[in-house]
C-alpha cells in the first residue's frame, strides 16, 4: 500500500498542528496535532494512539515473528478510528487514523511495510531501532497489563458471586436431607410408629391415600437428592479455587510484565539521551583532550596495552589510592588530637 500523505507543520491560534497533505490531489487534507510526536526521556505522546491499536488486537491479528510485531495496516486504521481511553476518542475518523499512522512512521516512531505496519521492532536490532520504537514495547506492555488487570477484576468478581453461592447450595442440600426425614417418618407414623406399614390395604381409605402421597413425595426427595449428589457443593468450592489459581498466576504476569515496561522505558531514555552520536562527541572530546597536551591517543594506548602493562597500571593506581588514604587517615587523627588539646586549655 503506498503511502498517501505528504506532512508540514504549521501554526494556527499559537497551536502547533501538522497538515496531512494527500498525494493524491482529489482528497481532502488531514488536520492533525503536533503534540502526539512529542514526549519526555521515558515516555511518549504517541503511545496513546499505539497501545490503543495493541490492547485491542492482543488476541487478534498482531503477528509477533522474530521479535517484530506486524499488524494489517487496515486493520490498524479501522481499529484506531474506533479506539478510545480515559481521555477519549483517539481519533475521529478513519481518514485521519490513516494519517496518523502515517505521521508516526515519517517520524520513525513506526514503519510502513507494505500492506503492513511494524508496530514494534525487535529490541535488539540495534541497528534498526531507536529509543522511541522502544517506548512502543512499553506501550505494548501497557495495553497487555491493563487487559491483565480487567480479566483479574472480572474473574475476582466472578469467584466472589460464585463463593456466595456456595451457602446457598450447602443450605439447599441440608433442606432436601431434612425433607427426606420428615416424610420417612410420617410415613413410619402410618403403621406402628416404628416401622412402615407391611400392608397398606390394612390401612383406612384416608390413610391409603395419605401412603401413597407420601411414598411418591419420598421417593421424589430421593431422586432429587441423587441428582444433588452428583453436582455437590465441593464441585463449587473447587470451581471456586481454581479461579483463585488463575488470578495468582494473571498477577504474577502482570507483575513481569510490569518490571519489563520499566526495563524498556529504561533502554528508551539511554539512547535518546546518549545515542551513538553523542557517544562519538565524548570520544572525540577524549582525543582532542590528548592531543592538546600532547600525550598518545586514547585508542591507540588501548590498542598498545598489553595484559601485563594493564596488571602493573592497575597495581599503581591502587597503591596510590592506598596511600592517600593512610595520608587522609593520618590527617584526620592529627586533627582531632589538635582539637582535643585545645579544648582542654580552654577549659
Given at each position: ?32 496535532s503536533a503534540h502526539w510526536i512529542e514526549g519526555g526521556d521515558v515516555e ?38 474506533e479506539a478510545s481511553d480515559d481521555e477519549g476518542d483517539i481519533v475521529t ?60 477484576d472480572r474473574i475476582e468478581n466472578a469467584k466472589e458471586k460464585l463463593e ?184
Amino acid at each position: 500500500m503506498a503511502q498517501k500523505y505528504e506532512f508540514e507543520q504549521i501554526e494556527s491560534d499559537g497551536q502547533q498542528y501538522v497538515i496531512a497533505n494527500p498525494v493524491n490531489q482529489t482528497a481532502e487534507p488531514v488536520r492533525l496535532s503536533a503534540h502526539w510526536i512529542e514526549g519526555g526521556d521515558v515516555e511518549g505522546e504517541w503511545e496513546r494512539a499505539v497501545r490503543a491499536v495493541i490492547k485491542n488486537d492482543l488476541l487478534g491479528s498482531m503477528e509477533l515473528k522474530e521479535g517484530n510485531g506486524r499488524i494489517d495496516r487496515r486493520q490498524a486504521i479501522e481499529t484506531l478510528a474506533e479506539a478510545s481511553d480515559d481521555e477519549g476518542d483517539i481519533v475521529t475518523s478513519e481518514q485521519q487514523a490513516e494519517a496518523l499512522l502515517e505521521y508516526f512512521a515519517s517520524e520513525d516512531i513506526i514503519e510502513l511495510e507494505g500492506g503492513q505496519l511494524v508496530m514494534l521492532r525487535n529490541p535488539n536490532d540495534t541497528d534498526n531501532v531507536n529509543g522511541k520504537m522502544i517506548l512502543n514495547w512499553s506501550a505494548a506492555i501497557d495495553a497487555c497489563v491493563e487487559q491483565i488487570t480487567e480479566t483479574i477484576d472480572r474473574i475476582e468478581n466472578a469467584k466472589e458471586k460464585l463463593e456466595n453461592r456456595i451457602d446457598d447450595v450447602d443450605q439447599d442440600s441440608a433442606q432436601i436431607n431434612e425433607n427426606l426425614r420428615e416424610t420417612a417418618q410420617e410415613l413410619k407414623s402410618l403403621g406402628d410408629g416404628q416401622d412402615v406399614p407391611q400392608d397398606p390395604s390394612q390401612l383406612s381409605e384416608e390413610e391409603r391415600n395419605r401412603f401413597q402421597q407420601l411414598k411418591r413425595k419420598l421417593i421424589y426427595h430421593k431422586k432429587m437428592k441423587e441428582v444433588e449428589d452428583k453436582n455437590p457443593a465441593e464441585t463449587v468450592k473447587q470451581g471456586a479455587s481454581h479461579l483463585g489459581d488463575k488470578i495468582a498466576m494473571l498477577k504474577d504476569a502482570r507483575t513481569v510484565l510490569a518490571n519489563k515496561r520499566e526495563q524498556f522505558r529504561t533502554i528508551a531514555m539511554e539512547k535518546q539521551i546518549l545515542p551513538d552520536d553523542a557517544m562519538n562527541i565524548v570520544n572525540n572530546m577524549g582525543e582532542l583532550a590528548t592531543q592538546l597536551v600532547g600525550v598518545k591517543g586514547i585508542d591507540e594506548t588501548v590498542e598498545n596495552t598489553d595484559d601485563a602493562e594493564l596488571a602493573s597500571i592497575v597495581d599503581d593506581i591502587a597503591g596510590d589510592v592506598d596511600g592517600l588514604t593512610e595520608t587522609t587517615q593520618q590527617m584526620t587523627e592529627e586533627e582531632t588530637t589538635e582539637d582535643k588539646a585545645t579544648d582542654l586549655g580552654m577549659s
